[in-house]
Each structure stands twice: as structure tokens, then as C-alpha cells.
């Protein structure tokens, strides 16, 4: 076999690995977005209440939006990373029912709350501690619906 056809067959593997990387983390991101969360160990006490639930799709949607579908008694906050700041922002659950009671200004954005979500940015579900372990709808785009 001659080099240029090694070179082409290389070419050609490296360009089909690269396709299949990029089709995979297409259709992760566009897939509908679940996750099992909960505040249950695995040996049954309480107290495993931090889930990293994933990176939302290319679009900013509201923490409002995002957590509409965990039950309102669950779920304590969301946090991201703001890599450019260097620092968490968060948003806790105000919702009637909350666990923790939280005041709705503890989402004002000049205290770290936040107001969107960005596009492709990591989150961080905060349960309640002894909340049953469920499979849960995150709302990551527009038009999206819990069923």
C-alpha cells in the first residue's frame, strides 16, 4: 500500500471518528432531557442531594422554566458556574410548598441569583434531604413540556 493511500485511509478514519464524536454530543444535547434525582443514599439514608443533571441545550431558558416539573416539596435549589466570574450563582425554589421556605429575594441577581440559564451551561440540582429518588423532566429549551 502506498503512503498516499495510507494517508487517505487515515484521512478518511480520523474525519469518521470525529463525525461519530460530534453526532453523539448532538443528539445527547438534543435528546429530551431526564434524570434521576433524589435526597436518598444508595444504603437508604438521607443526605445524597447534589446531582449534576447536565449541560442544558444551545438556547437560555429561566429557572422557573428549567425546574417546572420537580415537585415543588423536593427540590432546594439549582446552581451554575460562571467560569468567566469564577463563581456559583444559584437559584432556590420559592414555590409555595419549598422545603427551605425560601424568600423570593434570594434570586435577585445582585446577590448571585440568576435570571436565565445560558446555553450549554452545567447545572447542579440541590434536593431535599430523604427526597424519594425519582426520574424528573428538566424543562432545557422552549416548547419543551414535562409528559
Not at 503512503?3 to 485511509?9: F, G, L, P, Y
Not at 480520523?14 to 443528539?27: E, F, K, Q, S, Y
Not at 435526597?39 to 438556547?59: D, F, L, Q
Amino acid at each position: 500500500m502506498s503512503w498516499i493511500h495510507r494517508k487517505a485511509i487515515a484521512v478518511v478514519a480520523i474525519g469518521a471518528g470525529v463525525a461519530t464524536i460530534l453526532g453523539a454530543t448532538l443528539g445527547i444535547a438534543l435528546a429530551k432531557h431526564t434524570s434521576t434525582v433524589g435526597g436518598v443514599c444508595s444504603n437508604g439514608s438521607a443526605g445524597c442531594n447534589i446531582h449534576y443533571v447536565g449541560t442544558i441545550k444551545p438556547t437560555a431558558v429561566s429557572p422557573a422554566t428549567f425546574t417546572q416539573c420537580l415537585p415543588a416539596a423536593d427540590w432546594i435549589g439549582i446552581y451554575i458556574w460562571d467560569g468567566p466570574n469564577q463563581k456559583w450563582l444559584h437559584y432556590f425554589n420559592t414555590r409555595p410548598g419549598n422545603p427551605g421556605n425560601y424568600p423570593e429575594y434570594l434570586n435577585n441577581t445582585a446577590v448571585g441569583g440568576i435570571s436565565t440559564i445560558p446555553g450549554f451551561s452545567g447545572v447542579v440540582l440541590v434536593m431535599r434531604p430523604g427526597a424519594p429518588n425519582q426520574q424528573v423532566t428538566l424543562l432545557d429549551a422552549p416548547g419543551e413540556t414535562c409528559n
